[in-house]
């Protein structure tokens, strides 16, 4: 009679035990489509058998994660957004810097051009308002490419403030998700979309991630900032830099504001920071100088030559103050810009058919008169140039680490993917178990009854 | 290692996508006929090709400014040439008139003849370029450089031109060779000779026709120096456009697409475009096929 009853027992523990391999078979299927889904399975264990009461029962269904791929791809995460950023930041550097009509060397080339014709006929009118108009053209282009570069610092600057936001939100759900894994226990869905969390925290921050012995996850910035540490969140915040009037971006703890713009070195963040502070300040600084050199060194040969009505010491442009701001605030001298004919292409004294002073304007094209003692054309082409290297080598950054980032997700669906195939086939284990164990007990019960109607 | 079927499908259409890709990259090179439209494109050949250019730019400037120079000197043989042809009839009608045979009469006919060809003279000495600058003057080239009684008021700078980046070649002839500096002052000679016609002074007369050869003869000097800076300047054109074709050649060779290269890698890219859809046609149908 006991005997009988023990086989039940076992029977309807086995039949626990099968179901809840269907149950997660089940679950595993129903997410195999869910982003950051770790697939579960359920281990089952045999029982102390006869003598005792033998039978199976199954254990807390298993998580199929590996932390340390967690924290590689997180890694990865923030890198590739990085990069991703920076291409796209620098591709849009580059058109405001090379596109937009004819480059700064191919204007001032023709001003040049100009100026050489002007020597070819120097009374002639029409060569010198050719010349001045090709002169306001280069003004026009520097002007313009010196705003559209403005524009790229204000835009990075929004992206900042706009990301700060998100990551501060993120890293309040982040502490969110700590406190829900800390009253609930070690929930394999609750990990999953924390890891999801911080990877998209990662996304915009870099940093990296690390669960405590506790299971707390702690997020710390580059440069050592924790934002998140257990159930505890600071804020992102961003001020403006009084001197720059660029974004900063602070940590925020209590009372306590950290300034960390320079310490996030990953993340779209990261990015922006970096195109911001590096390669647009430095091709609004090479453009301020380029325009700088223009200005002063054509101006100081205009100012020792004559114009028609044989007077000298005008200048071709309006003399800039300091190199700083040269591009944006860059003109054609008010008085040559109304009147052409004060273009100085003679040497003073020598009659207005001389050339001189058209002649040593043309020669300023050779001459090395730009900063590092380059020519302006190629002091002009040196900028673009250094612009489309650092895009270039943003690209071929981001196509590098779009591969990590590949390797490392082909990693992931090996380990935590849901190969749905293969849960099917669990699925059709599971049932044809307990569908054995059913019958089991049936066969059990009609024993069971036959023996009771005996007695 | 565990491939899933949805990582079978996530690098089936991650691999469609960059054939796409590839396919739209090579397609935009066939049809706009550029490798290089953007430094980032290749930074080395953007570089060589914007160097190039700006060259090309300005040895196009410097090219327009041979041509006007070239013009100019044109038109300034042009009136030497006048000039000349002038001087050879006032000499003839000189000689005439100093001719024993001449009464009085007849040499104030001769002078009338001689002042007007002296006008004439001095209209061609006072040629003006298409843009109203008198070619002759030197660096007085607003004002007409030869006054009514023949006198030069210009200077004696002669213009250069800029025939590349390091050199010039001389562009203007000025008028001061025309006066005693370099021989005689040949207009006012003839101003001179209508003079002594008029007044029946032989021995002025007889004099003069000597200062009319050595007219003659500063004139032509004349005309040789402008033919050879004209020759320099034609030399100078066709240098600088075979210099704009090889740099055509140079900027086209760094940006341009090599179409046969581009029309094959157009045809791979689009074999490989639709083996990826084949792949991942085949691919979806034994998932479903398998439950997947």
Redesign the interface.
Known sequence: MSDLMSLLSIGAASLAAQNSGVAVASNNVAN??TVGYSRERVDLEAMIGAPNLGGVRSNDPQRYADELLGNRIRLAAGSLAMAKSSASA??DL??AV??NGA?V??Q???L??????V?????????RDQAVTAQRELVAGIRRRAAAIDDQRQQANERIIDNSNGASQLAKQLASFNLQIQKNGADPMLKDQRDQIATQLSQLVGGSAHTDANGQMRFILDGGAVVVDGVAASKIETATDPTTGNAIVQVVDGATRRDVTQQIAGGAIGADVSARDKSIAGAAAGLDQLAYDISTKLNAVHAGNAG?DGVNGRNMFVQPTQVAGAAASMAVDPALDADPSKLAA?APG??????TGA?AL??L??QGVAAGGKTL??AA??L??S???Q??NA?SDAKGDQIIS?HL??LR???S??????E?TNLSKFQNASSAMTKLISTIDAMLGDFISKV | ???????MI??SA?GTANAQSAVADASAEVTSGLRVT??????VA??AA??A??RK??A???T???K??RD?IQQTDGALGTLSDLLSQVRTLAVQGANGTYDANARTGLAAQVHGLFLSAIAAANTQ?P????LL??????AAPFAPDGTYNG?A?A????TD??S?AI??IPGSRLTAAFGVDVLPLLDKVATALAANDLPSLQASIGDLDTAVKQVALTRTVTGGAMSVLDATVAAHAQLATNLQTQISSDVEVDMVAAATGLAKASSTLDASRTVSAHLIQL?QQ???
């Open positions: 195999a489509n620098l591709a580059q058109d090379s596109s480059t060397d191919e001032l080339a023709t040049f051009s100009d100026l050489g014709q020597s070819a006929s120097p009374t002639d009118s029409s060569l028609l003679a020598a009659g207005p058919g001389d050339n002649l043309y020669n094209a050779s054309g190629n082409i040196d673009a140039t612009v489309g290297t895009a270039s690209n590949d997700a082909g669906d090996s380990l993917g849901v190969d749905v195939q293969e099917l | 290692m565990r491939i899933t079927g949805y990582r996530d690098l991650a953007k430094p980032s494109d290749d930074p953007w570089t914007q160097r250019k700006v730019t300005l196009e400037g410097a327009g400014a041979v006007i120079s100019q370029s843009g109203g600058e008198y003057a030197g660096g007085q080239s607003l200077d700078a213009r250069s031109v800029a980046q390091s010039t562009a203007t998932l398998n439950g997947g």
